[in-house]
RNA sequence: GGUCCCAUCGUCUAGCGGUUAGGACACUGGCCUUUCACGUCGGUAACAGGGGUUCAAGUCCCCUUGGGAUCACCA
């Protein structure tokens, strides 16, 4: 292993969504083609929004990416012993200090600047305070450098810099005593020797910030990569009106975890005209030099597009696995009978784009009771079709090759022998077969279904048309 | 509002000084076809605007405009 250390640092405050994911993603990636190491920490500081079902969420979304960690999940509410410790550290060296100002005064001092057009900014009141006063409840803040200029050089944008006058003393360590995110991310990253941090670009402006902390810790700044947010089809940061944004409802809406990850990294990076990769190929392919620098705009229809081609391409066998779920969803157990499913997949994966379209499909195979759909039953079973509905099925009794190709080959003679089109007697078969004008090719429904399950729905709806009122 | 980031078809993007500005999704026309699809061939569609630099600018610089992020005892 090299010594490349990368992490996903999500916080359990909601389930693992797309922008959340694409980042874990990057960083995987990224430690996978450097041979580096891949990191799992969970920032749980905030206690009052952070929640075990959360990290339960995340870290489903994340197996069902494929996105393993080789380190953690480090749960920053078992270091706060840490931060205790560097908190210590800083206050002895007079890097930070006791603040004594309440929430509520900060507030009005902010509203109170932001109506008058200022900076909201801390104005230092306790800036100078020496001595601890007894009994006041206090938070901790970083004494940050008021002039001079932070910069650094992203991986992915460039140089940024900030005027470090821009910037306030911020708070590390709250009333209660529990360390602030802007701080623990700095000890964590520093002590589990990350080497460069990949996250999303609204954390640019933390940045300065956090390498003020590495270097008054006399920690080593690591490499830095901002990688551009996901908006919206309004171009507004994606959310909840955009539609499903945690990745675990794409699993539950019939998407492959294949095609996630696909679309996920094409969203924002690229290899040239390439669309299509699999694992292997991105692990072969991807930089950060690559990536853009612009947001892009979540575009479901090129998700759909790549899990309908990952469907068409897929195992049958594991695309079975996949689906029964979604079959015993709708009452169908394919080891209660009917043809093998895998058999009956090959026959529907080239029409379906999603696992839900594909249990919809194959749903007929195990319904013996076929459900006519009205307006098909009142154009295909007529009494004009009974004849060749009764001498087909006479035909099909005695014939032997039940492969696709022996079925066509019956269609074929059975046609010639009578004399008609195969468009006078195949939208029949169908709709007595499957209920419905659309389905797969009529031989191969015919050969996955059987002899004797095809015999057994064209006398069905052979009586079908019989008993039916004119 | 301050600060920071960003800017090629509707969308994702290729392009890294000289291209008929390419690909993909979506849309659309033809072909294939027993249905629906798939597939296949073709089409519509973009360098935000203005200044520079240069023999030459989508590519480099500046400004404008537009979008986004961030300004918490959230992460």
Redesign the pocket.
Known sequence: MSAIRLRF???P?GYLHVGGARTALFNWLLARKLGGTFILRI????VA?STEESVNAILEGMKWLGLDWDEGPFF?SDLFPVYREYVQKLLEQGKAYRCY???EE??AK?ERA?AE?R????DGTCRGITHEIPGK???IRFRAPQDGVTSFDDLV???????NE?L?DL?IQ???G?????F??VIDDATMKISTVIRG??????TPRQILLYEALGFPVPRFA?V??I?G?????LSKRHGATSVMAYRDMGYLPEAMVNYLV?????H??D?LFSREELIEKFTVE?I??????F?P??L??LN??YI?SGDPTRLAELLLPFLLERGVDPAAGGPELATAIVTLQ???RTMLELADGALFYYRSEVCYDEAAAVKQLTPTQLPHLTAFARQLASWDDMTSAGV?AL?KEFCAAQGIK??MI??SV?VALCGV???????DVVAVLGREETMGRLERAISFITDRPE
């Open positions: 640092a999500p916080s405050t920032e749980d500081t905030d929004r920053q100002c309440s929430a900060l507030e902010r932001l057009g900076k909201p900014k801390y409840p206090f938070v944008k460039g140089p940024i810099s900030f005027n821009e306030d708070i709250r009333t209660d529990t360390p602030i995110y802007n623990t991310v670009d609204d954390h640019i402006s933390n901002h551009p947010m908006l089809s309004d171009k507004a940061r094409r969203l924002g990076w690229s040239g005209d669309e690559a853009g620098k612009s947001a892009g705009v575009n229809d090129k759909l597009w309908a081609h068409k080239e029409r379906a066509e269609f195969m468009g195949g939208p169908r004008t659309t389905s797969p090719a009529i031989y």
